[in-house]
């Protein structure tokens, strides 16, 4: 069997044909694995027959479904190369990364129709020759004018397996980071490094025989592209929320038994505010994975006390998922600590030159295995700078204890330097969360003429009488003078990228006055 993502599918029906593969989350679709494998084969022998060539890119703008599903093994099979988008994103944005990664197809769904008609009328601002309109339900009147239903394009096509139109390291996808930073830039992984990646997740983590799993995080993430690889390998059932909701979710968990599946922290935080949840019937979930960001200990003991084990993952789109893994026990043990790597993958801290540093000295976080991207998207200089004698740099700041747990301080270009000192805003934001008022907590550096950059805390309160003295108190103690917040500041909501990491860039923004001190 070729190395080729597409055909984990085509294997997978061919082994269980009547397994459950694919199941909307409220029940409304279901497709065995012969059924999915077949809607596919459709796909992939519609777009050879209208002209794809190997390394063709083809863009996903489409929410979590049966056709997002489909369209990435079928891209796969015949050598064309997935595009994953962000949905959240305005056109502009979209603008950029379709015409950055050269995309021929788009396959976008009704709910983006408007979005997708600005994108059209822009002319050679893009290179897209086919738009395919998933309708969703909608009548074909719906259909832009300019595009073809996806439905009808399908149904013409033969269900007879396509021949295999790429291996090894030809590119699989290329996925755009959140760009938290600055401009995106195209990750690039090859049917190698992503089947390494499934390797290297399906030999440490918990997959047993039987998995029902709930998808809560978008696919365009490599948090879920990942998993939903995983499930074919494993022969995991999917149970797919087209987006999340906790109410929902938890209907799910009762009515289809889930027994696992992927949350970011907040979703897991928003899932025991349901009021009334305690209702409902978890008994068959073993254990939710979760990461992106730091997982309060509390929240980690909550779901222990409900008998689901909380597995922390630490990883990168530019890892295909993997780093190190944190299980319930060791979370809760060494609530600083994101655990050890995963089986295949290797991780150092070292210095600014590469050099490894010894226990207890924090340094950037290197990674290395055969899950590691290939490049960035026509970006040599940032995979030169990246990629280093066969580690990736994360750009995140951590230390190794001695018992081989890893801990992440922070990313490097969020450090502030506050009068000479290195000041982790992550050390900060999990005191400022242990606190019982505070639902959620950022923090970012402020220009101060007394110590170069002080640190400001920005909250989401709980406790409505909270009040910013109070926290600036409570911070007293518990952090090293250097390293206390000077000021707060009071939101609604923090924001977040799709994998639920803070927008720092954006939170600069809301608050770009210089520190009180």
Request: glycine share 8%; hydrophobic share 40%.
């Amino acid at each position: 069997m070729k190395t080729n993502i597409g055909l984990l599918l085509t294997k997978r029906a061919h082994l269980n044909p009547d397994r459950e593969a694919y199941v909307e989350s409220d029940g409304s679709r279901r497709y065995t694995f012969k059924e999915l494998n077949e809607r596919s084969n459709r796909l992939a022998n519609a777009l050879k027959a209208n002209g794809l060539q190997k390394g063709d890119r083809v863009g996903l703008l489409l929410m979590n479904s049966v056709e997002f599903m489909e369209s990435f093994f079928a891209i796969g099979k015949v050598g064309g190369v997935v595009v994953p988008l962000n949905w959240r994103l305005v056109a502009d944005e979209l603008e950029f990364i379709l015409k950055d990664s050269g995309v021929k197809t788009l396959i976008f769904d009704n709910d983006f129709a408007a979005t997708v008609a600005d994108l059209e009328s822009r002319g050679d601002k893009t290179d897209i020759n086919q738009w395919l309109h998933v309708l969703g339900g909608a009548s074909d009147d719906a259909c832009q004018p300019f595009a073809t239903s996806y439905d009808a394009y399908c149904a013409a096509s033969s269900v007879v397996e396509p021949e295999c139109g790429a291996e090894d390291d030809d590119m699989l996808y290329i996925m755009y980071t959140s760009g938290t930073t600055g401009l995106p830039k195209g990750v690039v992984h090859t049917h190698t490094t992503a089947m390494w990646g499934v390797f290297t997740i399906h030999a440490t983590a918990d997959y047993q025989s039987g998995e029902r799993y709930i998808a809560c995080l978008p696919m365009f993430h490599v948090g879920a592209l990942t998993p939903l690889t995983i499930n074919a390998y494993h022969g995991a059932t999917t149970y797919v929320m087209r987006s999340f909701d906790p109410v929902a979710a938890w209907e799910c968990v009762q009515r289809e038994k889930i027994t696992s599946g992927l949350m970011v922290p907040a979703m897991l935080n928003f899932m025991v505010q349901v009021p009334n949840f305690e209702n409902y019937d978890w008994s068959s979930v073993r254990s939710f994975m979760t990461g992106a960001a730091p997982v309060p200990v509390a929240l980690t003991q909550r779901y222990q006390e409900m008998g689901i084990d909380i597995t922390q993952v630490y990883g990168l789109t530019e890892t295909c998922g993997p780093a190190c893994l944190m299980d319930t026990e060791n979370a809760v043990r060494k609530p600083e600590s994101c655990g050890k790597p995963f089986f295949f993958t290797e991780v150092m801290v070292a210095d600014e030159h590469g050099n490894e540093l010894p226990i207890g000295e924090a340094g950037e976080m290197l990674v290395r295995g055969k899950h590691i991207m290939r490049e960035y998207w026509n970006r040599p200089d940032a995979t030169a700078e990246t990629l280093v004698n066969g580690w990736l740099r994360t750009g995140d700041v951590g230390v190794m204890d001695d018992e081989g747990f890893f801990a992440i301080q922070d990313r490097i270009k969020d450090m502030i330097i506050s009068g000479g000192e290195n000041v982790y805003p992550a050390e900060i934001e999990g005191v400022l969360q242990s606190h019982p008022g505070i639902s959620e907590a950022g923090v970012i550096g402020q220009n101060s003429a007394k110590w170069g950059e002080s640190p400001l805390a920005v909250v989401v309160k709980s406790d409505d009488a909270l009040t910013g003295d109070e926290i600036l108190a409570f911070c007293q103690g518990k952090l090293a003078k250097f390293k206390q917040p000077k000021a707060v500041e009071f939101i609604d909501v923090i924001p977040r990228n799709p994998s639920g990491k803070i927008l720092k860039r954006v939170l600069r923004e809301q608050f770009p006055t210089d520190a009180v001190e």
